[in-house]
């Protein structure tokens, strides 16, 4: 059966400090690939998607990125974060074409 | 511009009391709308499509394209469907979807 997985759970870094979380699916193959970000009362967010090795989509501007160095495996990434970075962080991924998505845990990242 | 709107952050009903969830949304392509939800301690899961015009946990949710609406309704809540719901637009054609801002469900004893 297909797993998500996403490391670290909670995450206390300073500001400008850089960040790495990391999202791996097991059982399935080229998966679409999502983060999003869960603010308080601002819902879900979307902030990259990935459709294969290699291929982000950028939704909003702002002090992340993303990598998928694997075919299953998504990193999201700052050389320096700001406060405005604290959130909660989900991934995300479904089988292409298919219509639901399923999420991982989640990471709280609180930036200080 | 896409957007989903929930009015309610919070909703609070007694157990037995009927329930609607309010979502709202915008955009000028054929709407794929699901309903998301998350129980205390569990990840966020599909409740619903409106595609499949299904009864899951006895909600149902009926696409509106005249209001742009995708309400979530259950007639008698239940102390178990406390939880986070968000209402989501899949832009059609995309990989993209848009979340609503979440509404809290409490029900009450």
Same mark, same amino acid.
């Given at each position: 059966?297909?797993?998500?997985?996403?490391? #670290?759970?909670?995450?206390? %870094?300073? $500001?400008?400090? #850089?960040?790495?979380?990391?999202?791996?699916?097991?059982?399935?193959? *080229?998966? *679409?690939?999502?983060?999003?970000?869960?603010?308080?009362?601002?819902?879900?967010?979307?902030?990259?998607?990935? $459709?294969? =090795?290699? %291929? =982000?989509?950028?939704?909003?501007?702002? *002090?992340?990125?993303?990598?998928?160095? %694997?075919?299953?495996?998504? =990193?999201?990434?700052?050389?320096?974060?700001?406060?405005?970075?604290?959130?909660?962080?989900?991934?995300?991924?479904?089988?292409?074409?298919?219509?639901? %998505?399923?999420?991982?845990?989640?990471?709280?990242?609180? $930036?200080? | 511009?896409?957007?989903?709107?929930?009015?309610?952050?919070?909703?609070?009903?007694?157990?037995?009391?009927?329930?609607?969830?309010?979502?709202? /949304?915008? !955009?000028?392509?054929?709407?794929?709308?699901?309903?998301?939800?998350? !129980?205390? &301690?569990?990840?966020?899961?599909?409740?619903?499509?409106?595609?499949? &015009?299904?009864?899951?946990?006895?909600?149902?949710?009926?696409?509106?394209?005249?209001? +742009?609406?995708?309400?979530?309704?259950?007639?008698?809540?239940?102390?178990?469907?406390?939880?986070?719901?968000?209402?989501?637009?899949?832009?059609?054609? +995309?990989?993209? /979807?848009?979340?609503?801002?979440? +509404?809290?469900?409490?029900?009450?004893?």
């Amino acid at each position: 059966s297909q797993t998500i997985h996403q490391w #670290p759970a909670t995450l206390v %870094q300073p $500001v400008g400090s #850089p960040l790495s979380l990391e999202c791996t699916v097991e059982g399935t193959s *080229n998966p *679409n690939l999502y983060w999003y970000r869960q603010a308080a009362g601002r819902g879900l967010q979307l902030l990259f998607y990935s $459709v294969g =090795i290699g %291929q =982000i989509s950028s939704e909003v501007p702002q *002090n992340l990125s993303a990598s998928r160095p %694997q075919d299953r495996q998504f =990193i999201l990434s700052s050389k320096k974060l700001l406060l405005s970075d604290s959130g909660f962080y989900l991934c995300a991924w479904r089988t292409s074409g298919a219509y639901e %998505q399923y999420f991982g845990p989640g990471t709280r990242l609180t $930036v200080t | 511009a896409q957007r989903v709107t929930q009015p309610e952050k919070l909703l609070s009903v007694f157990k037995g009391a009927p329930v609607e969830l309010k979502c709202n /949304y915008s !955009y000028s392509g054929s709407p794929e709308l699901f309903w998301y939800v998350q !129980y205390s &301690r569990q990840r966020l899961q599909l409740l619903l499509r409106h595609i499949s &015009r299904e009864s899951i946990k006895g909600f149902t949710a009926d696409l509106n394209k005249g209001e +742009t609406s995708f309400h979530l309704k259950k007639p008698f809540a239940q102390e178990e469907d406390s939880a986070m719901y968000y209402c989501a637009l899949q832009l059609s054609g +995309t990989y993209k /979807y848009i979340f609503g801002t979440g +509404t809290r469900l409490k029900v009450l004893a």
